[in-house]
């Protein structure tokens, strides 16, 4: 039983023992469950809150979204203040919790220095001040108060129990119902949010929020029987400890890294006694426990988002991911990504994903997508891309702000983020999806034009594709080919390894819908951080980007590409076959893979299988080391592309898939132009033909750009065919490389480019 202090001659005399904290919650229950409106129902929770705790005030504060907070139910003070009176948050004691999403515990109150009186509650003659901040998954939704005439300090047992409470009402205001009186038009939950992010894809998607991991909801808080509720809890934390020390234990993790930081972070907070310990105070307070586990992730989560420290808010990802395995293993939900039935407009909502992770989800339901972390030249960006999805990414905590369901509105060409939108909101932007209909339906009427520059300049634009998904962009587009077919894609998504015949049938089916349209087929690019969900790699790469990956796997396991090769020459038959090979760092490496190619053709010849009329073999130009050997590779190659993506990232020394650099070099730099421009001109000096076919080409500023320094061919996603093409028409190649080259000169100006790109295509009335 709790024991509060007596109190003082003169004063309200309070009972020696306080009702246990699971009667209150039991009384709480009968009121939840009581058909009242949400204002009644909590007019009756703070009664009985100050019934429990013996307190002579206890008021509920509800954060506005105007960031006030409004006085919504009393007993003790004065009733006519009830959404009279109204704090700022970070104004007074009660704004001081708000903004900290701290307890705060004074024996005085009025000689606080934040304290700010408010005449008309009537609350002078009371010292004695507890309040608690009401949190909902980390996020402050208002507080609760009580307050005493004595002077006295609440003790630990008194703030828990307000905790606890504070807790039920959380879910009470996610619940809606209440609704503000004061000049604000709704409540902070329910506010609505614009973020801002990154755009990593074009076009607008409206839907609702599906969470990609779902988080677990704790519908039952209350319990019936504790001892119960801690052995369930006992139970599900030595399976979670178990399981976190199986995966340590496993070889594939064994090898020190950033994958083995992260499980050992999961083990330090399996093992902390002092979370634990809270959990299980929460347990013998009356909740479940799961709510247990719900309110100390709530509580920590407020505190952790509010650091400085940079590593400890990084930590919050793994203290979130380890208390949700917890609340799932109590509640006996699978872990995993999103399994239930999409709604027609579902705009997927995660941390982090992979590409394979997307075709889980129905493409006609898919919406947009939207990523707290990510990059544009990440695959899971390409791959929507590819499949004309907006994406947004580099949104902090967007998990957390959402609800399931939430209305959402992803702007995948401005980065904008809009939650909750108000209704002007939502018709601004029903319009721009109109306007952008009307827009794709101008650059459809381009498609049968040939892509010609304004001083005659032949462009051919080619598509990026991987899968049959993509084949129909062909004619809706009006590409002139694919100039970059993924091979990887098609074992990306399957469960297994995909078997010859497999293959086979995809290669046959592409070309097939090509017709007499030239295809460039990619061999199989995996490894590093395409990895596939049924293959276990031998050990962890710390730098997986420059690690066993694409013709390295392929020359050090030859059975796997030779299948892959013979696949494509029986598919081939009959047509032009064009092969080209990735991550070539020395000549020597294509030499191996063409003489894998000759093989293959003899073994088909030999056993009277039709081979192509003719194979064309090139490679892609994405590793630095192959800029000092053009001259002998272009003397062996058939044709070549450049793989911007990994050659940015590979010149620049800058990871990709790392948010904190993804936008710290510019494409359109002075040297990485140079480097671009050495490519082609090396290219045409040995007439061999040469293609972009990286993200830059689906930029119309950037594909001006690549014109002007020597491109003629250029491959890019469906969606951007359009745009760059309206750009080809209006641009005069010869005037704009009479302007751009000197520019590139040393002691030209500055390195970045951009500005003047920018400038020159307005004064050309260039559309970009």
Known sequence: MIRLEAATSGETTMRGNVAAPRLLLRRLREVLAEPISAQERLDKIVEQIASNMVAEVCSTYVLRSDDVLELYATVGL????????????????????????????????????????????????FNAFLGVPILRAGRTLGVLVVQNKSHRTYTEEEVEILQTTAMIIAEMIAAGGLEPIGRAGTLDIKRPLRLEGLGFGEGVGLGHVVLHEPRVVVSNLIADDTNRELSRLDAAIEKLRISVDDLLSRSDVAVPGEHRDVLEAY????????????????????LTAEASVEKVQSDTRARMLR????????????????????????????????????????????????????????????????????????????????????????????????ESGDPIIVDGETGHVHLRPASDVESAYAEKVKFRARRQAQ???????????????????QLNAGLLVDLPHLEESGAAGIGLFRTELQFMVASSFPRMAEQERLYRNVLAAAGDRPVTFRSLDIGGDKVLPYVRQSEEEENPAMGWRAIRLGLDRPALLRTQIRALLKAGAGHELRLMFPMITEVSEFERAQALVEREKAFLRRHGYQLPETVKLGVMIEVPSLLFQLDELFSVVHFASVGSNDLMQF???????????????????KPFLRLLKLIADKAREYHVPITLCGELAGKP???????????????????????????VLDLDVGRLRARLLPRLEPGKGTSDLRPFLKLYAEEQGIPI
């Open 78 to 125: 004065n009733r006519e203040a009830v959404h009279l009176t109204s704090l700022k948050v970070g104004e007074g004691l009660v704004g001081l919790i708000a903004a900290d999403a701290r307890y705060i515990n004074l024996a005085n109150a009025q000689v606080h220095p934040a304290f700010a009186y408010k005449p008309e509650t009537g609350e002078e003659m």
């Open 267 to 286: 083990r330090l907070f399996a093992y902390d006694r002092g979370w634990v310990r809270k959990m299980e105070e929460a347990v013998n307070n009356g």
């Open 307 to 402: 650091q400085t420290d940079p590593y400890l808010r990084d930590r919050l990802h793994d203290f979130d991911a380890l208390a949700n395995r917890l609340l799932r293993e109590l509640m006996g939900r699978p872990h995993g990504p999103f399994a239930g039935a999409l709604p027609k407009d579902a705009v997927v909502v995660a941390r982090n994903m992979g590409a394979a992770e997307l075709f889980d989800y129905d493409r006609d339901r898919l919406r947009a997508l939207v990523l707290e972390e990510g990059a544009p030249t990440s695959h899971v960006a390409i791959v929507a891309r590819a499949l004309g999805i907006p994406v947004v990414g580099q949104l902090p905590n967007a998990v957390s702000l959402v």
């Open 443 to 461: 650059y459809r009427r381009l498609r049968s034009k040939p892509s010609v520059t304004k001083d005659g300049q032949d462009v051919q634009m």
């Open 651 to 669: 010149t620049m020394a800058s990871d990709r898939g790392n948010t904190r650099l993804s936008n710290r070099y510019d494409s359109m730099s």
């Open 701 to 727: 500023l950037e594909a001006m750009a690549l014109l002007a320094i020597g491109y003629r061919s250029i491959s890019m996603s469906p969606s951007s065919i359009g745009p760059v093409k309206s750009m």
